[in-house]
Structures are given as C-alpha cells and as structure tokens.
C-alpha cells in the first residue's frame, strides 16, 4: 500500500511538472509555424502529458511486448521533450538580441533535437568498460573488482541486458563484484527469472539497496532476488579475500550511515570497502578508517542539461574523489533510468584495480 501511495505521489508531480513544460513547447512550436491551435493541437498536447503516466500505469497492471514499446516510447519524449524546451529557451534569449526569422528557427529546433535525440538513444545502447586505478590502504597484493550500479532492470532494460552484463563482467575476470543500489527500475512488475543471469557471474557478489528498491518494496525486491548467489548487505560487515566489504543499504534517515558504522566492529588495520547508494557522507566514512566508497545513484547527470542540475544537488557527482586518505568513486551508472537516453555520459562497467601499498 506504501509502495502505491508512493508511486500515485510521484506520478502527481510529474504530470503537473510534465504539463507546464509540454505546454511551452507545443505552443513554443506552434508560434514558429504560425499555426493557430486547435483540436488536433490540444488533442497532441494531452495524449503527449499523459503518456508516460498512463505507460507507467500499463506496465505495472499488464507487461508484454506492446505495452514496453509504449512505455519506451513515451520514456524517449520526456528526454526529446526537455531537448525541444531547452532548444526553445536559447532561442527566445537569443532572439532578444539578433533577428532570427521563427520559421528558419523552428527549422533549426526541429532538426538540432532530431540530431541529439537519435545520437542519445543509441548511445545509451553502448555499454563502456571503464578501467581505473584507486589505492587501497592495507591491501596486501593489487587486486581487480568491478563496480556495477543503478542498472535499472525493468520494461526497456530486462534480463537480456542482464545477461549482457554478466558476460561482459566474467570476461574482466574480476576477483569481487559490487552492484552498488537500484538494481531494479520499477517500471514493470519483478520475476525471478529475470535475475537468474546473476549465478552465471564467476565471482562472489555483493549488492546493497538504493532508493528504486525502496521504491519497488523491499520484500518484493528480496523475493525475486532470493534465489541468485549474490550476497545482499543490509547494514553489516563481512570479508571477502581478505576485504572487509562493508553494506549500508539506502535509507531515508539523514544519519544512518552513521549510526550502522557506530554498530560495526571496523579493523583499521585491515584494507576495507564501503557500499553506499548515495555519493555522500564521505568524511563520515573516513573517520571511521574505511579506505574506499563505492556509490552512483547521480548516472552522471545522464543527459544534457541535467547533469548540471545533479551537479548543483550532488558534490560527488561522477568519478574519483579523496578526503582524509579515504577514497570515493561514484559510478555513473551500467543502465539508464526515465528516458533510455544518454548525452555526456556512457553507460558503464567499471574495472577498478585497487592498488597496494607495495
């Protein structure tokens, strides 16, 4: 019932939200062309605010074929959506200053948000292999791990993405795997048989919640993961070749990282690694001796121009960060969330070889 109330809120913000911004464009795009609204213009305007809500709807009663290309669809124009209102804003200040004839400029809109949005659509079809380099204090021999995160199994990204992954992860050949939260999407109802992909992963997993697996349930979200091999950390410790891997899931209370570290019995003396969905408290987990956090949740802005509003929210935002000795990389994502889009960023599998001190 939570989880409704949840998903009906979310909804109600967006449609609003979606609204205001389908309305400047399509009366944005009319004035360019001259044309005068009318019955067919309304008729657009509604069918294109309540897409994705009734989509979304769809998918969670009645999931097949027709209702995922829907669903894709009406995904892809919320990111086409945002390019078109950003496109129409430049002009606007632009044309405060030179005289740009509207038909010419409508054109030019037209034609730049075609360009981005089919360059964005395949590019996030790729899936990048990113190797990197952290040290990790008290590490006695270099070892290689993979990071994983915000892979978003749902109505566009399902188990053959999964199976993608887990090929693509077993040829690195990794010693440790981290999926770092949201696992799941939430767009479409859970199946097992969806994750069964995970036993084919040659090496132990680790998995902690982010805020798409609060969303969905966590009893729902456990169900469809209780039979993979994969260990989910859920506030504790354990040790793995020699690691103390530690798992705080996602949670809404400000200081609860804080306060699952007071409970934890941390060797200093050994090398150890923090799982953490959200790219913050890292002086937290420096004072307490951790070496290494691994988050995402920020998919690295995803596509232009939101990465600047996830900037202004998150201060780690993509890569490697340090204080204190303490290293932070915040991964930008192995899936996409809302618009299967990507402009500035790649999705990726991240290969980090942790370095000794030797």
């Not at 995922?68 to 009406?74: L, V």
């Not at 949201?182 to 998995?207: Q, Y």
């Not at 204080?323 to 991240?350: A, F, K, N, Q």
Request: glycine share 8%.
């Amino acid at each position: 019932m939570r989880t409704i109330i949840r998903f009906a809120g979310f909804m109600s913000v967006f449609f609003i939200g979606f609204l205001i911004v389908n309305y400047f464009i399509f009366y944005g795009i009319a004035s360019l062309f001259s044309i005068k609204p009318g019955y067919i213009f309304y008729s657009l305007l509604i069918i294109a605010v309540i897409s994705y809500p009734v989509a979304a709807m769809i998918e969670r009663a009645v999931s097949n074929t027709a209702t995922r290309i829907f669903y894709t669809g009406a995904s892809a124009w919320m990111g086409i959506s945002f390019y078109l209102l950003t496109f129409i804003i430049i002009y606007s200040l632009l044309s405060l200053v030179f005289k740009i004839p509207n038909e010419i400029a409508g054109i030019l809109i037209v034609s730049l948000t075609g360009i981005l949005s089919a360059y964005s659509l395949i590019n996030s079809l790729y899936l990048k292999i990113n190797e990197i380099d952290i040290p990790l204090s008290h590490l006695k021999d270099d070892m290689k791990v993979v990071q994983l995160s915000d892979i978003h199994i749902g109505s566009i990204r399902n188990s053959s993405y999964m199976e993608k992954i887990v090929e693509k992860t077993n040829k690195i050949d990794p010693e440790i795997i981290f999926i770092t939260g949201d696992m799941v999407d939430g767009s479409a109802r859970l199946h097992t048989n969806t994750f069964n992909a995970i036993n084919k992963l040659k090496a132990p997993v680790f998995f902690i919640t982010g805020n798409h697996e609060t969303y969905e349930g966590l009893d729902e979200v456990f169900r469809v993961l209780r039979n993979t091999h994969m260990r989910v950390l859920r506030d504790e410790m354990v040790e793995c070749n020699g690691i103390q891997v530690i798992g705080v899931e996602y949670s809404f209370e400000l200081n609860h990282m804080e306060k699952v570290l007071a409970t934890l019995k941390i060797d200093m003396e050994k090398p150890s690694i923090m799982l953490y969905h959200l790219p913050r408290e890292l002086k937290t987990v420096a004072k307490a001796g951790i070496g290494l956090q691994l988050s995402g949740h920020t998919h690295a802005g995803q596509m232009f121009p939101f990465n600047y509003l996830v900037r202004l929210m998150f201060k780690y935002m993509h890569g490697i960060y340090k204080y204190d000795g303490t290293y932070l990389h915040v991964s930008p994502g192995t899936g996409t969330w809302g618009p299967p889009m990507r402009l500035g960023s790649r999705c990726e599998i991240t290969v980090i070889t942790l370095k000794s001190g030797k």
